[in-house]
Antibody, heavy 118, light 107 residues
Framework: EVQLVGSGGGLIQPGGSLRLSCAAS????????MSWVRQAPGKGLEWVSTISDSGGSTYYADSVKGRFTISRDNSKNTVYLQMNSLRAEDTAIYYC???????????WGQGTLVTVSS | DIQMTQSPSTLSASVGDRVTITCRAS??????LAWYQQKPGKAPKLLIY???SLESGVPSRFSGSGSGTEFTLTISSLQPDDFATYYCQQYKTYLWTFGQGTKVEIK
């Protein structure tokens, strides 16, 4: 069974930093690109970032480019999202998901809540 | 960026109804479209990929169609478990984009 367990969320002041983690199991981690998608309270889904299976390629939404960094540790089956210069509009549930070789987001984690507020 | 527009935003229906949700892309995305179902407090769940391919384990009452810029998700006979919010998503090019969602409510 595929499991994606996110962690690292919490309450952080504007301008602060936070690192999210997503631990994967139940599939061959090194064969899958991984993504982060967020959902602001009461709003729709917004793709944030994707990293290739090797970690050699990364992609970002314009809204987070230059502030967020996605990375992965294939020895730990874990993907990370380093979030810097956080803003109130970054408040959201952050979901990690694996990207099928056919390009769609196949399995999603339970999400971790990030609240940016003073 | 490719914009995805869903209609309607909210849909009221009864158990047993046939339900259709439309998703339009601002430019052609071929068949690079997925549909997800999300229930309150839960993560999204993949239903359909490549516009019309049913994900394993998803009931056959769900179907998808379309290509280019216009797509539909159809639920042939709405069941109590299907009351949820549905999102389309294009994955033709980064930046991936989602529709704004369609909430299917009990009539």
């Amino acid at each position: 069974e595929v499991q994606l367990v996110g962690s690292g969320g919490g309450l952080i002041q504007p301008g602060g930093s936070l690192r999210l983690s997503c631990a994967a199991s139940g599939f061959t981690f090194t064969s899958y690109a991984m993504s982060w998608v967020r959902q602001a309270p009461g709003k729709g889904l917004e793709w944030v970032s994707t990293i290739s299976d090797s970690g050699g390629s990364t992609y970002y939404a314009d809204s987070v480019k230059g502030r967020f960094t996605i990375s992965r540790d294939n020895s730990k089956n874990t993907v990370y999202l380093q979030m810097n210069s956080l803003r109130a509009e970054d408040t959201a549930i952050y979901y990690c998901a694996n990207k099928s070789p056919l390009e769609f987001l196949q399995h999603w984690g339970q999400g971790t809540l990030v609240t940016v507020s003073s | 960026d490719i914009q995805m527009t869903q209609s309607p935003s909210t849909l009221s229906a009864s158990v047993g109804d046939r339900v259709t949700i439309t998703c339009r892309a601002s430019q052609s995305i071929s068949s690079w479209l997925a549909w997800y179902q999300q229930k309150p407090g839960k993560a999204p769940k993949l239903l359909i990929y490549k516009a019309s391919s049913l994900e394993s384990g998803v009931p056959s009452r769900f179907s998808g169609s379309g290509s280019g810029t216009e797509f539909t998700l159809t639920i042939s006979s709405l069941q109590p478990d299907d009351f949820a919010t549905y999102y389309c998503q294009q994955y033709k090019t980064y930046l991936w984009t989602f529709g704004q969602g369609t909430k299917v409510e009990i009539k």
